[in-house]
């Protein structure tokens, strides 16, 4: 027959909870001993990882535990009263239902005494002076290298079926500050995207951060699952922050593929989750692609989207009582914004990077909208879309001229520099006619630009073409682009290379 201690244990594997009750029942060391014993005797890899990953929680329970009770519940957010000076902005607690099930919520104000507190999870079952406990660890996650090929959600749960989570021996706070800037390292080497338009004339450098802008439905996330699949990251954290649940399959199986899977971490959380939780799953995918950047990878960490986590924020401080700014976003949106993409970069020492994608859904199609503005003024660079490019059915819809990428001109070669200024000269010049030569207005012969604006426009249409499925390298994209421009894209001298590395 089973212990009761045993049988305790069974039911927090179930329930996925690793509540101190384990504690209240028997000294931690004794459940560890029980534990550890049970992994040598020998279960399934299965089991064993799940009393592995006991063991670790248990070393993270508080030795004492602070309850409250609910005063009030209204929408997702519950008052708490009787915590008093024990807990305060940002702490989580445990709100028990009527059927001793565990609802997670997180401090978001307080109004006198009263904490206000917002569920991550529905909130039935909850009455009026139910329990709640104070928890005293922070939200952190416990990642190892078989994370990898793995879909999470934002607690760090896993979503594919493919049994439990093993749970590395260091604790990555969710919610963590970035690196001090001046303990990074410099923006590394260019990094191959996969997609020629990208490659040549956004060039991203390992370390960077870019911004993905466009309207709905300009092909944002399509670009962005091209790049999950062709980039030459060592390690892909794939963040799908408050999108539809239907893409999030055929993301994982269609766009990434068994292949890209198997190098990437996909954290998930749907648009019908709530805003914490949306919230929360933007902070883990940064927090995952930190411990792979300490272990020394090379990681593009991809977010689609940013706006989803601004919208999540303003819900949150909406519900809190901020007032509204511009937009109705609340200003804690833009003091979060930073917080986030930040962490994004360089490492430090021996470190990897984190090289940062991340889609912002322009509002009415317009550029300078409050959240678009906001990001763009944080992030690296820019990657425009445009819905007029995609309505000539022209995929990936990059608008060139919007875009920019701020480690160039210094990533590229003089040659491929060149290159690039000929043919931006060239996009600009037909934009600049484009109506007059539409109309029959323009007359070939007036000017030499406009004439070779009109000559090479179909072969640079023709460049930025590029289907879901074909990949090319930077050294094919600028070899490509010179061959649509009829000049030869010398390769880099032995000095142009080494700035190029640098
Ligand atoms: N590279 C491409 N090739 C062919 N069609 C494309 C491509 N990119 C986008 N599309 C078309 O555009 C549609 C919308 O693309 P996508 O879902 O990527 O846009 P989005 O900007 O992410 O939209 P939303 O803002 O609603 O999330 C796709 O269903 C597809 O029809
Ligand atoms: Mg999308």
């Avoid at 766009?255 to 883990?284: F, H, I, M, N, Q």
């Avoid at 689609?304 to 976003?329: H, N, W």
């Avoid at 509002?363 to 490019?389: C, F, Q, Y």
Wanted: aromatic share 8%; hydrophobic share 40%; proline share 4%.
């Amino acid at each position: 027959m089973k212990s009761p201690c045993v049988v305790k244990i069974w039911a927090l594997i179930d329930s996925g909870c690793f509540g101190d009750w384990v504690y209240d029942a028997l000294p931690v060391e004794h459940v560890k001993r029980v534990l550890l014993n049970r992994v040598r005797v020998g279960y399934t890899e299965r089991m064993k990882t799940y009393f592995n990953n006991i063991v670790r929680r248990l070393d993270n329970i508080a030795a004492y535990s602070v309850y409250g009770e609910v005063s009030m519940v209204r929408g997702l957010m519950i008052e708490v009263e009787g915590t008093h000076s024990n807990i305060s902005v940002g702490e989580r607690c445990e709100i028990f239902t009527r059927d001793d099930a565990v609802i997670l919520a997180e401090v978001i104000g307080f109004r006198r005494d009263t904490a206000i507190t917002m569920a991550y999870g529905e909130v039935a079952g909850i009455k009026p002076g139910a329990r709640v406990r104070i928890l005293k660890t922070d939200a952190q996650i416990f990642p190892t290298l078989d994370w990898l090929g793995r879909t999470i959600d934002a607690f760090a749960t896993p979503l594919d079926g493919f049994g439990p989570l093993p749970q590395g021996d260091e604790a990555y706070p969710v919610k963590a500050s970035p690196l001090p800037a001046h303990e990074r390292n410099r923006i590394g080497k260019r990094i191959n995207l996969g997609v020629k338009g990208l490659n040549v004339f956004t060039t991203c450098c390992m370390g960077q951060r870019m911004g993905i802008f466009s309207g709905s439905g300009v092909g944002k996330s399509t670009l962005l699952s091209m790049i999950a699949r062709f980039t030459s990251a060592d390690v892909i954290v794939i963040g799908l922050i408050g999108e539809r649940g239907r893409e999030v399959q055929d993301f994982i199986i269609d766009d990434l593929g068994v292949e890209g899977l198997k190098r990437a971490v996909v954290v998930v959380a749907t648009s019908d989750d709530p805003a914490l939780t949306r919230r929360e799953a933007a902070y883990t995918t940064l927090a995952v692609a930190e411990y792979f950047r300490d272990q020394g990878k090379n990681v593009l960490c991809l977010m689609d989207s940013v706006t989803r986590f601004a919208m999540a924020q303003r819900e949150i401080g909406l519900s809190v009582g901020e007032p509204p700014a511009s937009k109705g976003y609340t200003p804690t949106v833009f003091a979060e914004l930073p917080r986030l993409l930040e962490r994004a970069g360089p490492g430090r020492g021996e470190g990897g990077s984190i090289t940062g994608l991340f889609t912002v859904l322009v509002e009415g199609d317009d550029l300078n909208e409050p959240i678009s503005d906001a990001v763009r003024g944080i992030l690296d660079g820019h990657i425009v879309l445009s819905r007029d490019i995609a309505h000539r059915n022209r995929y990936p819809a990059i608008d060139v001229l919007g875009s920019i990428s701020r480690m160039m001109p210094n990533c590229n070669s003089d040659s491929q520099n060149q290159l690039i200024d000929r043919a931006r000269s060239l996009l600009s010049t037909y934009r600049d006619m484009e109506e007059l030569i539409r109309i029959g207005a323009y007359r070939q012969g007036t000017s030499e630009s406009v004439d070779a604006a009109i000559y090479f426009n179909p072969a640079l249409e023709n460049f930025f073409r590029q289907l879901k499925t074909e990949t090319f390298n930077l050294e094919q994209s600028f070899q490509i682009l010179a061959e649509s421009l009829e000049m030869s894209e010398a390769p880099p001298t032995q000095s142009e290379s080494a700035s190029v590395a640098g």
